[in-house]
């Protein structure tokens, strides 16, 4: 079974607010995760990282938070834009299991004007 | 940089015919995925080559699925017989090391098995 799943199929924000996208796993062997958006029509594109052993990690716009105590991990991107509009994957990537990237099921965030 | 190259676009087949998807992944990249989208769902990871040994293809139906990548840079994926549940997007990646969290994917072939 997958071992990263995701809350909500679908997040309705409006421009300018801030997102929060949330994803539970279940596999603590995981070395790093990873958050994926993908757009209509194209194949998924790389977003941000976060190492097992670190709490937070930010890069333009977004952030990403890993909490170990309840298996959970989240995107936050600040001032959402109608660009953001995409599915978000989180995935995870796990040495022991040759180091393949194990996508979860995707979260559709719509942008309203 | 030129990105991940895959061909055909779209491919609309009848069950029990085969079919071929190509893909050129970006120079000097030695890892290659193929995967698995069907609508609705995350990417699910058929087979990772490094160079042209399979790394993992644990989740490859291998009865009627193969692929290859003979000299380490282009790779086929084949189906054959095809069946209605094939119906997904064919997306391939490709990433400079194994085991980057940074894979680069190409558009994907939709394949439509009527």
């Known amino acids: 079974g997958e071992s990263v799943g995701l809350h909500l199929p679908t997040l309705s924000v409006q421009e300018g607010d801030n997102s929060i996208i949330n994803c539970a796993y279940s596999?603590?062997?995981?070395?790093?995760f990873i958050w994926y958006k993908q757009e209509s029509g194209k194949g998924p594109q790389f977003i941000i990282d976060i190492r097992s052993n670190m709490d937070k990690r930010q890069g333009q716009r977004v952030t990403v938070l890993l909490n170990k105590t309840v298996k959970h991990l989240s995107l936050q991107i600040a001032a959402t834009q109608p660009g953001d509009s995409a599915v978000y994957f989180c995935?995870?990537?796990?040495?022991?299991?040759?180091?393949?990237?194990?996508f979860g099921t995707g979260t559709q965030l719509k942008v309203e004007l | 940089e030129a990105g991940v190259a895959q061909s055909p676009r779209y491919k609309i087949i009848e069950k029990r015919q085969s079919v071929a998807f190509w893909c050129n992944p970006i120079?000097?990249?030695?890892?290659l995925y193929w995967y698995q989208q069907i609508l609705g769902q995350g990417p699910k990871l058929l087979i990772q080559?490094?160079?042209?040994?399979?790394?993992?293809d644990s989740q490859l139906p291998k009865d009627r699925f193969s692929a290859e990548r003979l000299k380490g840079v282009d790779s086929t994926l084949k189906i054959q017989p095809a069946k209605l549940e094939d119906s997904a997007v064919y997306l391939c990646?490709?990433?400079?090391?194994?085991?980057?969290?940074?894979?680069?994917f190409g558009q994907g072939t939709r394949l439509t098995v009527v």
């Open positions: 995935a995870e990537t796990r040495t022991g299991g040759g180091n393949k990237l194990t």
């Open positions: 120079s000097g990249h030695a890892t």
């Open positions: 596999n603590s062997a995981s070395d790093y």
């Open positions: 990646a490709s990433s400079f090391l194994q085991g980057s969290t940074e894979a680069f």
């Open positions: 080559f490094q160079n042209n040994g399979v790394v993992d």
